[in-house]
């Protein structure tokens, strides 16, 4: 066994600090903080299938999972799950969402959903060459 | 000289995994933690050798998966994944990089590698590419709370560590 030694911040110590924040950062700010013009929707994944809805509407939506039903609220920009056939309801737990690409995932009946934006093609209509 | 080692060992599992149970309980949220379970871990990366810190971190998941209800369950087998991850990657950095650095960049390797192998294994479970976002948003938190961690490794290794001629 050797020697037990002081132990203080090093300069090695902020470097890889400093490193591993600013990377995360500017992936986190790529996917999140850059959708200004963006047309946004719901995406609901199940095992075998996806489905897409608007997210600018009131809709109820009853989704397959692999234990039951899943029972998904869309209120105008947000969404929420009301009801799922699983044991602990984490996913109900979380409450309304209304972050981008922020998920709830239903483990054990293997339904998960999320925000999806896009950003609007009026930029331009075609390539001429 | 062996039978005080085996002691430490000891404590050490044990405080890690009673650590672990205290923490989900005052945490409501299904896969956030602190992480201040992983402070007497990174301690025994310094005091012993890798089998007896895979040991202590095997003893941690198993007591405090089996405590909470989740043993063999979806979150174990994450958890699992998470914890020997970091076991392997920080062990590797700290005997490589002991003498320049202190606990807290093994701390904030170890939220990053934990981090990843939760991630790797949930992949196999979640059917989404929404597990992309969320690594994304808990592997940045688990660098703050690596600092922050780290730092309190550092004064409780200094403090109590040093003193106690462990």
Redesign the interface.
């Known amino acids: 066994?050797y020697r037990?030694?002081?132990?203080?911040?090093?300069y090695?110590?902020i470097i890889?600090?400093v490193v591993?924040?600013i990377i995360?950062?500017f992936?986190?700010y790529n996917?999140f903080f850059m959708k200004k013009n963006n047309s946004c929707s719901l995406l609901v994944?199940?095992?075998n299938s996806k489905y897409i809805y608007s997210i600018y509407q009131k809709k109820d939506i009853e989704i397959m999972g692999e234990k039951g039903k899943t029972h998904i609220i869309i209120d105008k920009g947000k969404f929420r799950f009301i009801e799922s056939a699983c044991p602990?309801k984490?996913c109900v737990k979380m409450g309304w969402i209304s972050l981008p690409?922020?998920?709830v995932?239903c483990?054990p009946n293997?339904v998960?959903?999320?925000i999806v934006c896009e950003k609007e093609q009026n930029e331009y209509d075609g390539i001429s060459r | 000289m062996k039978e005080k080692q085996s002691k430490n060992i000891a404590f050490f599992a044990g405080l890690s995994a009673f650590i672990a149970v205290f923490e989900s309980l005052i945490l409501p949220f299904?896969f956030f933690r602190l992480g201040i379970s992983n402070i007497p871990i990174c301690i025994c990366f310094?005091?012993f050798n890798f089998w007896e810190c895979l040991f202590v971190v095997l003893f941690k998941v198993f007591f405090s998966h089996l405590f909470r209800g989740t043993f063999f369950s979806?979150p174990f087998i994450i958890a699992l994944a998470g914890n020997l991850t970091f076991l392997v990657i920080g062990f590797s950095f700290y005997k490589l990089?002991r003498?320049?650095?202190?606990?807290?960049?093994l701390s904030?390797?170890g939220a990053?590698s934990h981090n990843l192998g939760q991630i790797m294994v949930a992949s196999l479970?979640?059917?989404?590419?929404?597990?992309y976002?969320?690594a994304?948003?808990l592997?940045?938190i688990g660098?703050?709370l690596g600092?922050i961690n780290?730092?309190f490794?550092?004064i409780i290794?200094?403090k109590f560590?040093?003193r106690l001629?462990l």
């Open positions: 066994m037990l030694i002081h132990k203080k911040i090093t090695l110590d890889i600090a591993f924040f995360i950062f992936i986190l996917n994944e199940t095992k602990n984490n690409y922020y998920p995932v483990l293997k998960s959903a999320y | 299904p310094d005091l979806y990089f003498k320049f650095t202190s606990f807290v960049s904030i390797i990053f479970f979640i059917p989404s590419k929404a597990l976002f969320l994304v948003i592997i940045f660098i703050i600092f780290g730092v490794c550092n290794y200094n560590i040093m001629k």
